[in-house]
């Protein structure tokens, strides 16, 4: 089964969740922005939750289906349509040879993405298909998708072969939706839970509140790599000499100006610069989701704090698994 291009839009990757175990070596773990929008929508065709999937970020992508195939579209709402018509998200949908899936402009989130049953047929590189477009490898042949590139998808297991079989006799979509609202935020001002970073206590007094009781704006300055944040400056409470040491999807630094940067997906495996605090697990698929100009408010909470809603969001990723494993088979 095959999907050509007509439109590489502004940036379209395939991610899955990261390239794990290699950071030693330098090389990024990468993968998707916003993992449990990646997750859902491969469990939505049946598919494990770290295949790869199509990541688009913003507007302008489309694609022409060159078989009937099943997909998912989850994410960001950046009005997706099929030949034309709204298309339906976070659920299994059927689209049909020669249709054309187009996203136009983004309503709600930054991103959105679509799942193949049977998942994209690309070699793995260091145990990921995720892009990594800097070092150009992974994904389709290690950089962004191009108008008229042609992907081709593997074959369906046999739950994702009873889902399009269904979808087939009733000629489009199920009725139930995932109710995505208790795993992403996609509005444009958020609260940002944090842990305190590494070097937060080298910051003055002045810093420390400013971080959790004023407002900071993402500015275009915003990619897979790091978000730049602008608002009232950061300062240290004296100068001091910080060696190179790891860094994480989340980690918020302070350089010179005092401006945070907050690493994200692509971000490197080490900084020099001091890091006052440190996103949430739970959060961060969200982060993923905020497009420039968005407002952020810090709140500071516990490590067990942070680590409970990590468990709700896993919990819920379960029982959305489940729902959908019941849905497709008994409904």
Known sequence: MTVKVLNQGLLTSIQDLGRYGSQKYGVIVSGAMDKYSLRVANLLVGNNENEGALEVTLLGTSLQFEKDM????????????IDGEKAPTWRPILVRKGSVLQFKSPLKGCRAYVAFAGGIAVQEVMGSKSTYLRAGIGGFKGRALQKDDVITCSEMNEFSTLL?????KRNGSFRWTVNYDVLI?????????VIRGTEFDRFDEKSKRTLFNEPYTLTTQADRMGYRMEGPPLSLAK???????????????VPPNGNPIILMADRQTTGGYPK???????????????QPTAKIHFKEISHEEAEIE????EQIINEIKTGIRFKGLYI
Do not use: C, W, Y
Not at 276 to 290: E, K, N, T
């Open 70 to 81: 099943l997909i998912a579209i989850t994410g960001g709402d950046l009005l997706a349509s």
């Open 164 to 168: 399009f079989n269904k979808l087939n």
């Open 185 to 193: 935020n996609l509005q444009q001002t958020q609260t940002i839970r």
């Open 239 to 253: 100068e001091f000499e910080l060696l190179s040491e790891g860094v994480t999807h989340g980690t918020i630094q």
């Open 276 to 290: 006052i605090a440190q996103i949430i697990s739970a959060d961060l698929p969200s982060m993923g989701q905020l």
């Open 310 to 313: 990590l468990l709700k969001k």
